[in-house]
């Protein structure tokens, strides 16, 4: 036997170390991101910014655009974009406040209601996308315009010459669903710990912080979920097999059109679930909301460490991306910085977290 063969390792079964894996992490430049953000404020901004109310503070904004870039991201692994996610928003408002305040439904027919009709909007995106063969950006910057206009004349509709619609918070008022949707979680369990001297408290001894914002938990809920689906199940190796090849997927039997049109669905439905959270807040919908967060959804998606080229990112990576931009969005009112540098902070975040995944990726992986 040739000493040589029996000495030489085959590369099938070679094992890879923990940094190795790690590095290869398409979250690892958000992680890093977050790291980075936080030192510059730890240094440069008041330190009230890290306390708990105002940690809820950066949170909040984070949570809800999280949602989107979480959604966005499974939909950019799958290979496609949907910049109609900020018209969604204000189409699902649109349809969630004509339902509760016009015809008087309850939250549990209501939000399902204003859930599949997002989701059957991403099902007629998908589909176009898939029969007509149009790039995905196309059909989506069509669906952008057509959404908001919809919103614009259906509010003036039903509002009665106004592009907004006021009295959900009056027309939902008490009903048993309202505290998974709007306000705050675990007030008892912050009260308590206000009262033993926990957490910061009013002169009155009442909490700073009553609790955790909804938004916030269904932000953590979303991204767990996600992350398991993408690492755990078949469905997952499904969404990254049609970003990377669509059709070598499809001809190994995965059900790409089916994986698409879901992920279009998918997009719709988180759009519309921070619609129903932010139009029940406010008290009532708006034909402008939701302005230009398809862009910040995609910037999320992408720092999290998307391609745009599908077929590569992470769930956790876009929840990390969510948190930078909550920090920078609320994190320079504490500094004396002018807020209008927030735009250019956050365009140099992209750069340098784009730039960072790929010198990392090709480095480990050894692609050129």
Not at 104 to 113: F, K
Not at 193 to 222: C, D, H, M, R
Not at 235 to 247: C, E, K, L, Y
Request: net charge neutral; aromatic share 10%; with cysteine.
């Amino acid at each position: 036997m040739d000493s040589n063969a029996a000495n030489t390792t085959d590369e099938r079964v070679k094992t890879e170390s923990f940094v190795t894996k790690f590095m290869k992490r398409p979250e690892l430049g958000a992680m890093g991101g977050v790291i980075l953000v936080t030192i510059f404020f730890y240094m440069t901004a008041d330190s009230a910014m890290f306390t708990l109310s105002g940690t809820m503070n950066f949170m909040t904004p984070a949570a809800q655009l999280g949602i989107l870039g979480i959604a966005a991201a499974m939909l950019m692994i799958g290979g496609e974009f949907d910049l109609s996610i900020g018209s969604m928003i204000a189409f699902a408002g649109m349809i969630f406040g004509v339902l509760t305040v016009n015809f008087g439904l309850p939250l549990i027919l209501a939000i399902p209601l204003t859930l599949g009709a997002a989701a059957s909007v991403g099902a007629v995106n998908g589909t176009i996308v898939i029969r007509t063969g149009l790039p995905s950006f196309i059909v989506t910057l069509a669906g952008l315009f057509i959404l908001r206009g919809v919103s614009l004349v259906g509010l003036k509709f039903f509002s009665g010459g106004s592009t907004q619609l006021r009295g959900v918070r009056d027309a939902v008022e008490g009903d048993p669903l309202l505290e998974i949707f709007s306000g705050d979680a675990f007030e008892g369990i912050f009260s308590y710990l206000a009262s033993k001297g926990y957490i910061e408290t009013f002169q009155n001894g009442a909490a700073k912080i009553p609790g955790i914002p909804v938004e916030i938990l269904w932000f953590i809920l979303l991204a767990i979920v996600a992350t398991y689906v993408l690492l755990r199940t078949p469905a997952g190796n499904w969404i990254f097999a049609t970003g990377g090849d669509s059709n070598a997927a499809s001809n190994s039997g995965v059900p790409v059109k089916k994986v698409k049109i879901s992920l279009f669905m998918l997009t719709a439905m988180a759009a519309a679930l921070v619609a129903i959270i932010t139009v029940i807040d406010a008290g009532s919908t708006d034909a402008r909301r939701g302005f230009m967060k398809e862009f910040e959804a995609i910037i999320t998606a992408v720092i999290g460490g998307c391609l745009l080229t599908g077929g590569y990112g992470s769930a956790i990576g876009a929840f990390f991306g969510a948190i930078i931009f909550g920090m920078v969005t609320i994190g320079l009112t504490y500094t004396d910085f002018d807020q209008d540098w927030f735009q250019v902070f956050l365009g140099g975040m992209l750069l340098l977290a784009v730039v960072f995944n790929n010198v990392i990726r090709k480095r480990v992986t050894g692609e050129h």
